[in-house]
């Protein structure tokens, strides 16, 4: 199962929108293959950096930094797809 | 009005300093006299604090340039600031556990230098540091 961290700061309405975007990507895959964590970047911020984020928002996927800003829905959905096999 | 130095005075940074930020786009003199010379409004005085006072949070010019534009965008809200001070601080932290990585590294070499009374050319450290070039520079022949 993949593990999808998308790190952002509370309060940002851009991201909040974009969020449900990549979120929807995740549940069409389903939740037994793809598990879905928002990260509040302030209230993790040590993990973020252990993670090399250096901007927010990111997303990680197993524990890995693989887009160091949002990406479009597509490029998810095309990254997970890859993952998945 | 001030001129240039009596608005560097005031502030407490050197004249050049004021050109600089000028070069850079941060600052500008609201007016010049006939004879070509800089006069500055009290508006500068608060952009130079702001730029000084920025500066001293870790922000590069450019980044100050980024937040004097959205300071004065109207289009621009609280949050934007806070996504760049967000950041910066992500950019901070990830310099912190670097600064620390080099302490602890030179903390390792301090301890493997036990004995001050040794000739140069046997110093442990130096030579840690040789060898480092060393790898290094074999590394980069490698790749």
């Known amino acids: 199962m993949l593990k999808v961290e998308v790190f952002s700061s509370p309060g940002c309405g851009k991201c909040a929108q974009a969020k449900a975007v990549l ?6 895959l389903g939740p037994d293959k ?20 250096m901007s927010s928002p990111a997303v990680a996927i197993d524990g890995q930094l693989v887009f160091s800003s949002l990406p479009s829905d597509g490029q998810l959905r095309a990254e997970l797809g890859r993952r998945l096999g | 009005m001030y001129t240039i130095g009596k608005l560097a005075l005031r502030v407490e940074v050197s004249a050049d300093t004021v050109r600089y930020y000028e070069k850079e ?3 500008a003199p609201a007016k010049k006299t006939d004879a070509g010379y800089r006069l500055y409004d009290a508006d500068a005085v ?9 500066q001293q949070c870790g922000f590069s010019l450019a980044e100050i340039r980024e937040l004097l534009a959205l300071k004065s965008s109207d289009a621009a809200c609280c949050k934007d600031v806070r996504g760049v001070a967000i950041n910066k601080k992500l950019q901070l932290e ?12 030179l903390t390792e070499l301090i301890a493997v230098c036990d004995d001050e009374a040794r000739p140069l ?11 480092s070039m060393a790898r290094q520079m074999k590394g980069e022949g490698d790749a």
């Open chain 1, 23 to 28: 979120r929807a990507v995740a549940e069409e």
């Open chain 1, 34 to 53: 793809v598990a879905w964590r928002e990260v509040n970047i302030l209230a993790e911020i040590d993990y973020a950096v252990e993670l090399g984020v």
């Open chain 2, 25 to 27: 786009g941060l600052l």
């Open chain 2, 46 to 54: 608060r952009r130079l604090r702001f730029i000084r006072q920025a």
């Open chain 2, 94 to 105: 990830h310099k912190i556990r670097a600064l620390q990585a080099m302490s602890q590294a």
């Open chain 2, 121 to 131: 050319d046997e110093c442990p450290i130096l030579a840690a540091l040789d060898n």
